[in-house]
């Protein structure tokens, strides 16, 4: 017996070294070349993934690359309910009006409603952040696609009450209804232009470039190249002084207007009833 045994050493050596040699390559194998390829199967029917590494087909584990993680979807931004966008004007500087609880307000670039503030103006939508986080308003639009304030009561025509405008000298009395409804940007540069006025790069106040004749502004007093200067007695210093008489419209029962004409200085008074 120790005879044929020992005559079976040499084998069993040559066949232990064979092994031993094949998994240290595997081994190295593993640990210059790219993992495996993953072999997927998709049907009806769930099918599990295989890998097969060259150092676990011996029974020797490697260490598996990570598997990516899936990057954590962003939070979606919200969209803004119980507030209506009516109007935006992209300029220097942008603008647009929203509407809450029946009341609308005028925001220039960088103002806030309810803590809302005004961050970026499109044609057709808003983006507001509070709080870091980003809101979106959109315009509704009718199926012409012009944005529409929806309304059950059916209010007189602009030109209707444009006639109910009485002038007294330098007194105008002006129908509060047909400024609520001249409470929208679009509308207005329909009528009139206006423009900045710089002097020694300080803002003195707003030039009418152009005015449509028989408008709402024709009646108003508003004459092309006149030079609105002052409001309620108060100069005219940031473009933002404007907008906020403009913002409170519905709430003045008065209003006047320090004008340059040529040479002179008129001063017109409104009254609104």
């Not at 099918?47 to 020797?60: D, E, H, I, S, T």
């Not at 220097?92 to 307000?105: C, D, E, F, G, L």
């Not at 007194?171 to 002097?199: C, G, S, W």
């Amino acid at each position: 017996m120790s005879l044929r045994f020992k005559a079976w050493m040499p084998a069993a050596a040559y066949v232990a070294i064979l092994i031993l040699s094949a998994k240290l390559a595997a081994l190295s194998i593993d640990a210059f070349l790219p993992p495996g390829a993953t072999i997927e199967c998709k049907s009806p029917l769930s099918f599990p993934k295989y890998n097969y590494p060259f150092a676990r087909a011996f029974g020797l584990t490697t260490k598996q690359p990570e598997k990516r993680k899936r990057a954590a979807a962003s939070r979606p931004e919200a969209t803004l309910k119980g507030y209506t966008l009516t109007m935006t004007a992209v300029g220097t500087p942008s603008m647009a009006i929203i509407v809450h609880n029946r009341k609308s307000k005028l925001l220039s670039q960088g103002e806030s409603i309810d803590g809302f503030r005004l961050e970026e103006v499109y044609t057709d939508r808003v983006k507001l952040v509070k709080n870091g986080r980003t809101y979106w308003l959109s315009m509704k639009k009718s199926k012409s696609g012009v944005a529409t304030i929806v309304s059950k009561k059916k209010k007189p025509k602009n030109g209707e009450l444009i006639k109910q405008i009485r002038q007294e000298g330098n007194t105008y009395y002006v129908p509060r209804e047909l400024l609520t409804q001249m409470h929208d940007l679009k509308k207005i540069f329909q009528y009139i232009a206006i423009n900045p006025v710089y002097r020694d790069n300080k803002l003195v106040g707003f030039g009418v470039a152009n005015v449509k004749k028989g408008s709402v502004f024709d009646k108003m007093g508003l004459r092309k190249r006149d030079i609105i200067e002052k409001v309620d007695g108060k100069p005219i210093t940031d473009e933002g002084d404007a907008f906020k008489y403009f913002n409170n419209i519905n709430a003045l029962d008065s209003l006047s207007l320090t004008i340059k004409r040529g040479s002179e200085r008129k001063e017109l008074h409104y009254e609104i009833y």
